[in-house]
């Protein structure tokens, strides 16, 4: 889940391209090509059409690009370290990034971004940064993601999440109402699927699975700390980005959002 996104080479408008077997074939109204006949009455031309698309040219799928560009957290955490460094300085980048699959960014656009991208990634000091970690081993476990006001984790009966203040856990009603909130603390999973998360003497027990676990072993204690953020920091979005950018300014192409 995320989101991805390509380029298409221009084998099939340079003529360079395998004829295909059935047609018309053009671009449709979401800018990709595609066989131009409805769907239904020519399943069996579409399906040849998907065949010839796949081995046409020398790019797989007839694309010069295509990238997992990140989840949707990433995302959303790019987007907010744009805003934090200064939209006005990457108006581009700010603009153009979908909120949601679908959409196109145009060679001219990706020429402009690409310029973005590299002034973002030589920035020495985007944002500080909120995160909630193991304490034993540094690793972050999640970040503060605002425009999902640091929530992380939901169940039928709760909401957790981190912020500026230290890792909470709300339960559903309306306004909701804090079963816990600490910025260093302990958590114990308990039978049936419930966890007791300890501040000093204090203890609480939430029905929730554990922070952390992702398939090992949960941390045992956690903090919420700040860290100042570079643009490098963001290579893992920045890159397929770039990618991206070059292949659409080398072949006029927009780039494709899905």
Request: with cysteine.
């Amino acid at each position: 889940m995320g989101l991805d996104a390509f380029v298409y080479c221009r084998c099939w408008q340079d003529g360079l391209a395998t004829p295909c077997p059935v047609g018309p074939v053009g671009y449709d109204e979401d800018g990709c090509l595609a066989l131009l006949r409805p769907w239904e009455g020519n399943k069996a031309a579409h399906r040849t059409f998907d065949a010839w698309q796949a081995e046409a040219c020398p790019h797989k799928a007839m694309e010069q690009a295509n990238e997992h560009v990140s989840n949707w957290a990433g995302v959303r955490l790019f987007q907010q370290a744009l805003r934090a460094a200064g939209e006005h300085r990457f108006p581009t980048l700010a603009a153009v990034l979908p909120d949601a699959n679908g959409g196109s960014l145009t060679a001219d656009q990706a020429a402009v971004a690409l310029a973005e991208l590299d002034a973002f990634a030589q920035t020495a000091r985007i944002t500080d940064e909120v995160e909630l970690i193991d304490e034993a081993t540094g690793r972050v476990l999640m970040p503060y993601v605002e425009v999902y006001r640091g929530v992380f984790m939901f169940g039928p009966g709760f909401q957790a999440g981190v912020d500026s203040d230290g890792f909470f856990v709300l339960d559903r009603a309306d306004p909701p109402v804090t079963l816990f909130r600490a910025v260093r603390f302990g958590q114990r999973p308990l039978p049936g699927d419930r966890v007791e998360f300890t501040v000093g003497g204090a203890r609480t027990v939430v029905a929730m699975r554990p922070v952390g676990e992702h398939g090992e072993p949960p941390p045992e204690r956690l903090a919420v700390r700040t860290r100042s953020r570079s643009g490098g920091d963001f290579a893992y979005i920045v890159e397929p980005l770039r990618r991206l950018c070059a292949a659409s300014v080398a072949t006029g192409n927009p780039v494709m959002w899905c």
